[in-house]
């Protein structure tokens, strides 16, 4: 059944009002803190799994409201009282039910992202997240390590074990690694080329890098070398004065010296490999959002645009969630801006921009494409 609304606009509606479970077990373990979004459920509408707050402030007052699935995952959603169409929920991934040698769950290693993407947060620490004035606010990187869902360093060794398992059981294929940033100059990159390097000594899985930019640029062609496929690195907000009031910490890393980044990265990895995310509804402008990813497109850079979502326990908890119009009013003409810079989610080798689960943006990149009579 497909939805009686279009599907871009029912995935903004539903990222941003959230939903209401009727059976909180539904689908596999949600993501409650950590790093990046969070707080989110997995669902597959009309052919396309997304990421769909569940745990958050206005999800528990959302209009919208999913019934308790059947046997095989499958349920819809209405909106008071009104079915809109089917969901479904991915199933629980069986390498969830493994333990290392020496007894740590590998879902504290690593976490199925939507249906098919591995993703881990490397060091489960930042130095960014010391103290409250220069925390991230939106982050809740700190919040999964001290309800003990997670393990503060996974070595290199672990992760290649849990990726060969996620890939032969559950079929995953890419990997997503991320890092809190460390105290030194490489910020991140030489952990995630250790890992990276490990995990294709294991199996063959595209994987993508996310840290803030190194200081020094050889270390894009180090990771590559040592397997990582694409890059990720995330503005986040793309405003100068609300990064520095938003993000004190991450902020001392400047949108121009992000933008130097890019442009030493793009070579190295390849045009559309090296993306960006940028959390809508923090303040920026969509004037300013839209300049920035005309600037990034033109680099090769794929901005990858996702609703902010309130994660319960930060400062920005109570911060309400960009309207669905807001989200429409960026994500179709960056959807057309992408599709004649020739950029596409469905090229990236890996990552977040790939997976698009945490945005309708590429919902709105297959509408582009359809329009132009393309073939997506
Ligand atoms: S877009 Fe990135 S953070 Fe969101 S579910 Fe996919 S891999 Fe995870």
């Avoid at 990421?51 to 209009?63: D, L, Y």
């Avoid at 062609?221 to 993000?247: N, W």
Wanted: glycine share 10%; proline share 8%; with cysteine.
């Amino acid at each position: 059944m497909k939805p009686t609304m279009p599907t871009e606009q029912l995935i903004n509606e539903l990222q941003s009002y959230g939903v209401r479970l009727v059976d909180p077990k539904a689908g596999h373990e949600s993501r409650r803190g950590g790093a990046g979004p969070s707080d989110h459920k997995a669902m597959t509408i009309d052919g396309m799994t997304v990421m769909v707050p569940v745990h958050t402030a206005p999800a528990f007052a959302s209009p919208y409201f999913v019934e308790k699935p059947d046997d095989l995952g499958r349920s819809r959603v209405s909106h008071d009282g009104v079915m809109l169409g089917e969901v479904s929920f991915p199933m629980r991934p069986r390498f969830y039910d493994f333990a290392t040698a020496d007894g740590i769950p590998y879902w504290k290693i690593a976490v199925l992202h939507s249906r098919d993407v591995l993703a881990t947060t490397v060091l489960q620490t930042c130095v960014r997240y010391q103290s409250r004035t220069k925390t991230c606010q939106f982050c809740a990187i700190g919040q999964s390590l001290a309800a003990g869902r997670t393990i503060e360093r996974k070595t290199p060794g672990q992760l290649a074990e849990v990726a060969k398992a996620a890939v032969e059981l559950d079929g995953v294929s890419h990997m997503v690694m991320t890092t809190g940033t460390p105290p030194g100059r490489d910020r991140g990159a030489a952990v995630l080329a250790e890992s990276a390097a490990a995990v294709k000594g294991a199996v063959t899985l595209p994987i993508q890098g996310q840290c803030e930019p190194p200081d020094d640029q050889a270390w894009f062609g180090r990771m590559r070398d040592a397997g990582v496929d694409a890059l990720g690195m995330h503005l986040e907000v793309v405003t100068p004065e609300l990064r520095a009031r938003i993000m004190p910490g991450k902020a001392q890393v400047s949108v121009d010296r992000y933008f130097t980044a890019f442009a030493a990265a793009v070579p190295v990895f390849g045009r559309g490999q090296v993306s960006t995310y940028i959390l809508a509804g923090l303040g920026d402008t969509k004037e300013a959002i839209l300049e920035t990813s005309e600037k990034l497109i033109s680099l090769g850079v794929y901005p990858f645009v996702v609703p902010f979502v309130p994660i319960s326990g930060t400062p920005l908890e109570s911060h309400p969630p960009p309207q669905p119009a807001f989200m429409h009013e960026i994500l179709r003409p960056l959807a057309q801006m992408l599709r004649a810079a020739g950029l596409r989610a469905t090229d990236i080798k890996a990552g977040c921009g790939k997976c698009g689960a945490c945005s309708a943006l590429s919902t709105y990149e297959r509408g582009a494409a359809r329009t132009h009579g393309a073939v997506a």
